[in-house]
C-alpha cells in the first residue's frame, strides 16, 4: 500500500469506530432516560392526607449543641440525654460559635444538626 492509502485507511477506520462509539453513547443515553422514567411512574405518590388515632405520638423536639470537656456534644431535647459525642474540640471553632455552643445551641431538625457539625468536622 502506499503511504497515501494507508493514511485514509486508517482515518476511514478512525471514524467508523468513532461514529459506532457516539453512537452507542447515545442509545445507553437514552435506554437510562427511559428506564428512570418507568422507575418514576411506578413509585406511587405519597398521600398528604392525616389520620387520627387513639394514643399519644411523640415528635422530636430537636437537638442542644454543648460542650463538655472541650469538646462539642449533642444532646436530646431534655438536655440530659446524650445524642452524640464529636471528636470536635470546642476550641477549634469560631468564638462566636463557642460561646452558642457555651450557652447550648439548639438545632430543631437532625438535618440541620448534621449540617452544622459538618461544617465544624475536620
Given at each position: 500500500m502506499k503511504p497515501r492509502y494507508c493514511i485514509g485507511f486508517f482515518?476511514?477506520?478512525?471514524?467508523l469506530v468513532s461514529a459506532?462509539?457516539?453512537?452507542?453513547q447515545l442509545s445507553y443515553k437514552l435506554a437510562l432516560d427511559r428506564q428512570q422514567?418507568?422507575?418514576e411512574s411506578e413509585i406511587p405518590k405519597q398521600n398528604t392526607e392525616s389520620?387520627?388515632?387513639?394514643?399519644?405520638?411523640?415528635?422530636?423536639?430537636?437537638?442542644?449543641?454543648c460542650e463538655l470537656h472541650g469538646y462539642v456534644v449533642v444532646y436530646l431535647y431534655?438536655?440530659?440525654?446524650?445524642f452524640e459525642v464529636t471528636n470536635i474540640p470546642l476550641t477549634d471553632l469560631p468564638e462566636e460559635v463557642q460561646?452558642?455552643?457555651?450557652?447550648?445551641k439548639y438545632m430543631e431538625t437532625e438535618e440541620a444538626?448534621?449540617?452544622?457539625?459538618?461544617?465544624?468536622?475536620s
Open positions: 482515518a476511514g477506520v478512525f471514524l459506532i462509539g457516539i453512537g452507542y422514567a418507568r422507575v389520620v387520627t388515632t387513639k394514643g399519644e405520638a411523640t415528635k422530636n423536639e430537636g437537638y442542644y449543641i431534655d438536655k440530659k440525654t446524650i460561646e452558642e455552643i457555651r450557652g447550648a444538626l448534621y449540617g452544622f457539625l459538618e461544617n465544624y468536622s
